[in-house]
């Protein structure tokens, strides 16, 4: 299907997505709770699929009417096939989906159908725009209807054929009176919809879509993972104040910008704890595994805190002997290449309008988050508070599922209770409307 074609067939209301998926998407609602959504009136389970450049993680988990969510399964194996978010060997991407989706089946002791699958990588872009439309009949309000047709044309005229959608998120309307939060039901003859949309490239989009439909599960929605972990480790508070949230992944870190409770901007680092890595195997000349290990171990990013003499053994490559380099050493290759990560971000965060908005700080997330002294550095670098965001309030498998790691497998599970409430949601207008066409038929009578 062309992709112009796919595009004019997306359900953009109010923070929806892009119209790839098997079953009905998602569009913003629900309050309360930690995430800011409202608990399931039934018990419902989901699985997060989060696709990363290190570990493929499925999460199943089970939200009850109370709120608490309870992770059931949960299990993760090495990505193969993936290189900064791009599928680069689908058979191996299968195969790792596969397993993953398998091991954490096994211990939540259910079976999994649909899947939340997460999206991210340098082909990611987010772009803002706006649509204007006539309200369709002023006087009865403005509808779902009319919002989305406005949050559509929005995108619609801007988008290459060579790009999917994945979010349309308003970022404020404008009634005849003036700009409005939420315009549905006031009244009004136009509607100008401001959008913030974010695009993914069609054959990296559709290759991961593929990758998991040959694994046998279907894609029940797909989101972008710097907006899956902040569901995951922000608070509604923290979105209305404004924080950048940045995911540093293995390949890539992830940025977004929230303010006034909506994201307002998203971007992309191509670099990740992965770059690290590859910094350190070069410098002290080991192997990856083995820088992998001295980085998690003894690595920081603040190289002053350590003291001169220190020293760390580290492997000869070829003779398997050790040999003795200075920890300082070790950190400061580590502390450059995040420091100049992070300052990329900045860089990026810096050009777009909503920095200024985000006064609340900064929150790191992912694995590159779990480097000792990220967020004493990140606060050096911007100037701004800092902490490190990890999915809390958790039971069941908690301990696992609340490292950073994980904060996407953990969002993509928020994600699901939103497109089912959304699922939900829409039935209900539906009777709604039923209903109200009913009691007038039976008054024309
Ligand atoms: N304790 C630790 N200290 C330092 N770095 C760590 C630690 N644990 C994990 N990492 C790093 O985190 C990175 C993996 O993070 P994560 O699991 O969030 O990535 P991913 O989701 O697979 O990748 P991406 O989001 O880029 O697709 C790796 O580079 C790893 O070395
Ligand atoms: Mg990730």
């Known amino acids: 299907m062309a992709t112009r074609e796919k595009v004019q067939r997306l359900k953009s209301v109010p923070g929806s997505d892009g119209g790839l998926f098997d079953r009905e998407p998602a569009s913003t609602g629900a309050a309360a709770s930690r995430t800011g959504l409202k608990p399931p009136n039934r018990t419902c389970t989901f699985t997060g699929l989060d696709i990363g450049t290190t570990k493929i993680c499925a999460i199943i988990a089970e939200i009850d009417p109370a709120g608490k969510t309870t992770v059931r399964g949960i299990a993760s194996t090495p990505s193969q096939g993936l290189r900064r978010g791009v599928v680069v060997d689908l058979e191996e991407t299968i195969a790792s989906i596969r397993t993953a989706v398998r091991k954490a089946e096994e211990i939540a002791q259910v079976g999994v159908r649909d899947v939340l699958v997460g999206i991210a990588g340098g082909h990611i872009q987010c772009f803002q725009s706006s649509g204007a439309v006539d309200v369709s009949n002023p006087e009865r309000g403005i509808t779902r209807a009319d919002i989305r047709r406005a949050v559509d044309k929005s995108a619609l005229d801007q988008i290459p054929m060579e790009r999917e959608v994945i979010h349309t998120l308003p970022q404020r309307f404008i009634i005849d009176d003036g700009p409005v939060a939420n315009p549905e039901g006031f009244s009004s003859r136009k509607l100008t919809a401001d959008v913030l949309t974010v695009t993914a490239a069609v054959t990296s989009a559709q290759n991961i879509i593929r990758a998991v439909r040959n694994a046998h599960y279907r894609v029940g929605g797909i989101y972008l993972e710097p907006l899956a972990s902040s569901l995951a480790v ?212």
Request: charged share 25%.
């Open 234 to 445: 922000l608070t509604p508070e923290e979105r209305d104040l404004g924080v950048v949230a940045i995911d540093i992944g293995g390949g890539t870190s992830d940025i977004a910008i929230w303010a006034e409770g909506t994201v307002r901007y998203t971007g992309v680092v191509p670099y990740g704890g992965d770059s690290i890595t590859e910094d350190v195997r070069r410098g002290l000349k080991i192997s990856c595994f083995d820088a992998e290990n001295l980085k998690k171990r003894y690595g920081s990013c603040l190289p002053n805190n350590i003291k001169e003499d220190e020293k760390v053994e580290v492997p000869v490559a070829l003779t398997g002997e050790t040999q003795e380099i200075s920890r300082r050493f070790l950190c400061e290759i580590i502390m450059s290449r995040y420091e100049e990560i992070l300052l990329l971000v900045k860089e990026q965060c810096e050009r777009s309008a909503h920095f200024d908005k985000a006064f609340g700080g900064v929150v790191l997330t992912g694995g590159g988050a779990l480097q000792e002294g990220a967020a004493k550095l990140a606060e050096k670098i911007f100037d701004r508070p800092c902490k490190i965001g990890r999915p809390s309030g958790l039971a069941g498998l908690s301990s696992v599922a609340s490292s950073p790691i994980y904060s996407t497998g953990v969002g993509l599970v928020y994600y699901g209770l939103q497109a089912d409430q959304e699922a939900g949601l829409s039935e209900k207008n539906l009777f709604q409307r039923l209903v109200r066409f009913f009691k007038k038929a039976i008054d024309w009578y």
